[in-house]
Nanobody
Framework: QVQLVESGGGLVQAGGSLRLSCAAS????????MSWYRQAPGKQRGLVATITNRGTTNYADSVKGRFTISRDIAKNSVFLQMNSMKPEDTAVYYC?????????????WGQGTQVTVSS
């Protein structure tokens, strides 16, 4: 089991910045992939950014060059720095852990945090 708690959402003007945090209940170095997803009203949840347990990162095309995913292994935390934000970034952002417990891969989700970008 992995519990995830997000924080850092809020309201920001277009062009502004926000930093999301995700605290995990276990050592994130043991978690295969840590990711941020987002879901806007009426749309499917989609991948924003991923960081592997080796530190490799990957981003959705829509956020490349603007968002940065990082981690602090000592704090079991993953972050999403969001710069040059756009109204279309408005969504609920979810932290995800894709973890193999030795038997199977499982996905764990946080409760989500609302991000609203005003024009």
């Amino acid at each position: 089991q992995v519990q995830l708690v997000e924080s850092g959402g809020g309201l920001v003007q277009a062009g502004g910045s926000l930093r999301l945090s995700c605290a995990a209940s276990r050592n994130i170095f043991a978690i295969n992939y840590m990711s941020w997803y987002r879901q806007a009203p009426g749309k499917q949840r989609g991948l924003v950014a991923t960081i592997t347990n080796r530190g490799t990162t990957n981003y959705a095309d829509s956020v490349k060059g603007r968002f940065t995913i990082s981690r602090d292994i000592a704090k079991n935390s993953v972050f999403l720095q969001m710069n040059s934000m756009k109204p279309e970034d408005t969504a609920v952002y979810y932290c995800n852990a894709h973890y193999n417990n030795g038997v199977a891969y499982n996905d764990y989700w946080g409760q989500g945090t609302q991000v609203t970008v005003s024009s």
